[in-house]
């Protein structure tokens, strides 16, 4: 119903802007024409009829086009009619046809990236057709009788007029577009903002305005010209290691040669490294002119995308003005309904370790999780899951007809784990060294040797490209030395499966140990349980407050240590400013002291920025 509702309120306001557009053309063409002799006269009467083409079409521009000429004629002249001649009315109908004919046939389903250029070529072929071949014979035929050079001179003096007026007519629609007071499909130029208007607009939707689901996005990606259908995928989903594994992943295909796009979440520093394009962020130049393209449609959505929504479709305009070869293309939260899943069929879904996270939008159970993170999987496809896939995983392979490979724990062989790095075996591939500390990283590893091996049957990678680029991998964030002496690790986990896996390395990296905990957290998180398990590892404790709407209060935070009875008032210090609570840990710590952050990754450019200063 209420979907009839809009459609009829739709035609409604088509019907007055049509109104209000007949109305302007009589008065461009009746009160504010000039006449310079020979019949002829200068006006802008007929750019209200070209703009109703380009903006409903050829029937509602051909309208525009018969009721201005005959209203003009008849009511305003006082001709009956009776009298009125609708020959040279030929003219005006076929005004409003033309342009929007030449913008259904050829511009209905692609951007138009130079609306200027392309509007003086449809105002030019339109008045050449109509204005200057139609309605010139017609006019010298009722009206003038010039013959031989008379006629020829009326012929082109008309030819040169609206051939300038044509160019005039252009100039003003493409002014209306830059001003956004008239919208033509695919021809309305961007916005031009600068990088910090990009950002900011970016961000204007806050993280608790997501809203899952893929209505929004694909309406997006559907004005944009579907750019995601040009470019091929390795989607990946899960509830930890998902960057590592696009890390590797993104590593070995540029050394293979590969224009790589990759999309990540969050940024460490800044924004733009969420969009990358062959190891490299998008520059502000790029993001804030594609950023602009996707927002001249999105302004106009009813229900006006997400922040993640936009940043989505920001992603996929890029990488496909950039040519990628391939898309590494991560999750941002669950699958199935998460925008990356706009996506056809990747060439491979990969799900990493599942666990629970997210429950308030995913569901209360591991099974509903693992479903929503399965939702990736499209008929036909390959997906690469890891060894204890659930039935849930297994049954969404096999109904959607897809080939399964799995990535087997036991297959993996650990020769070397230390703070600096891996050095493992997996199935075929011997002594992968990985410059990646923890002792989860072998198990991403897998993974992304596990894709990779799926990948050389469809694309030229060498196992050394494999070799090479497991070596030259970078993620930053996940268990990162940041000083020595005393010993400060930054670990980007920030959920119970993370934590366990941060845990174990840190247990085994430095055993017997009790560390010095700085750490901050997001309210939507299991904190409560977060809490309990890292308590009795702790020395001392200092919380803080993370850069994030969502996170939790420092104060809330320390009290949950505290409620635990793993740690005394004495060693919680809650201290809300992060560069103040990391100078705290260093004054409570000596020089063989371990000292760990972790519980999100939005403290990790703060962090940084701190001790990159201090040093």
């Not at 739709?10 to 009589?26: E, P, T």
């Not at 010209?225 to 040009?230: A, E, I, K, V, Y």
């Not at 998902?242 to 990540?264: E, F, I, P, Q």
């Amino acid at each position: 119903m209420k979907k009839q509702q809009n459609k009829t309120t739709k035609r409604l306001l088509i019907i007055v802007y049509c109104a209000v557009l007949i109305s302007l053309s009589i008065v461009l063409s009746r009160f504010l024409s000039i006449s310079v002799g020979m019949g002829i006269r200068i006006s802008l009467g007929n750019l209200p009829i070209i703009i109703a083409s380009l903006m409903y079409g050829p029937f509602a521009g051909a309208i525009v086009g018969f009721a201005a000429d005959f209203l003009g004629a008849t009511v305003l002249t006082g001709t009956t009619p009776a009298d009125f001649n609708p020959f040279l009315t030929i003219g005006p109908v076929l005004i409003g046809i033309i342009p929007g004919l030449i913008r259904k046939i050829a511009f209905d389903r692609k951007r138009v990236k130079h609306p200027l250029p392309t509007l003086i070529s449809i105002t030019t072929i339109t008045h050449i057709f109509t204005s200057i071949l139609v309605t010139t014979p017609i006019l010298n035929y009722f009206f003038m009788n010039f013959e031989g050079k008379a006629y020829l001179t009326f012929l082109g003096l008309r030819g040169l007029i609206y051939i300038c007026t044509a160019i005039i007519e252009a100039f003003a629609i493409f002014a209306l577009l830059k001003a956004r007071a008239v919208k033509i499909k695919n021809m309305n130029p961007a916005y031009k903002m600068s990088y910090e208007a990009t950002t900011s607009y970016i961000h204007s939707v806050s993280w608790k305005g997501s809203r899952l689901g893929l209505s929004r996005i694909t309406e997006l990606m559907a004005k944009l010209g579907n750019p995601q259908d040009s470019l091929k995928f390795i989607h990946v989903a899960g509830t930890n290691g998902k960057g590592s594994v696009c890390s590797m992943l993104n590593s070995v295909l540029l050394d293979a040669g590969y224009t790589v796009g990759l999309y990540t979440s969050p940024y460490m520093f800044r924004f733009n490294e969420r969009i990358q394009l062959n190891g490299q962020p998008i520059t502000d130049e790029e993001l804030a002119e594609v950023t602009s393209y996707v927002r001249s449609y999105a302004d106009d959505m009813k229900d006006s995308p997400t922040e993640f929504e936009l940043i989505t479709a920001i992603a996929l305009e890029y990488f496909k003005r950039k040519g990628c070869d391939i898309v590494v293309f991560e999750v941002g939260l669950g699958g199935e309904l998460d925008s990356t899943n706009v996506i056809s069929t990747p060439e491979v879904a990969v799900i990493t370790k599942i666990d629970m996270d997210h429950i308030k939008e995913l569901g209360p159970t591991l099974a509903d999780v693992t479903k929503a993170k399965a939702g990736i999987i499209k008929n036909g496809g390959i997906v690469v899951a890891c060894s204890d896939s659930t039935g849930v995983i297994q049954e969404t392979v096999r109904a959607h007809n897809c080939t399964l490979h799995t990535m087997s724990d036991d297959a993996i062989q650990i020769h070397e784990s230390t703070i600096t790095g891996n050095i493992l075996s997996y199935k075929d591939y011997h002594n992968i060294s990985i410059p990646l500390a923890g002792l989860y990283q072998p198990t991403n590893a897998a993974i992304a040797l596990e894709v990779l091996s799926v990948l050389k049957e469809k694309m030229n990678i060498t196992d050394q490209h494999i070799f090479t680029g497991m070596s030259h991998v970078q993620w930053p964030g996940r268990f990162e030395i940041m000083h020595r002496n005393p010993m400060f690790i930054y670990d980007g986990a920030h959920n119970m499966h993370g934590l366990i896996s941060t845990l174990a390395s840190l247990n085994t990296y430095f055993a017997g140990k009790k560390f010095i905990l700085l750490t901050g957290m997001m309210a939507d998180k299991d904190i409560d349980n977060m809490v309990k398990m890292l308590s009795p590892y702790c020395k001392k404790v200092v919380t803080t407050r993370p850069d994030n709407p969502r996170a939790m209060a420092s104060a809330d935070l320390a009290n949950k240590f505290i409620a635990t009875g793993n740690i005394t008032n004495d060693d919680v210090m809650s201290v809300d400013n992060i560069s103040d609570a990391i100078n705290n840990v260093f004054e409570l710590a000596g020089e063989d002291d371990v000292i760990c952050a972790l519980g999100s990754l939005y403290m990790y450019k703060d962090i940084k920025g701190v001790l990159m200063n201090d040093q």
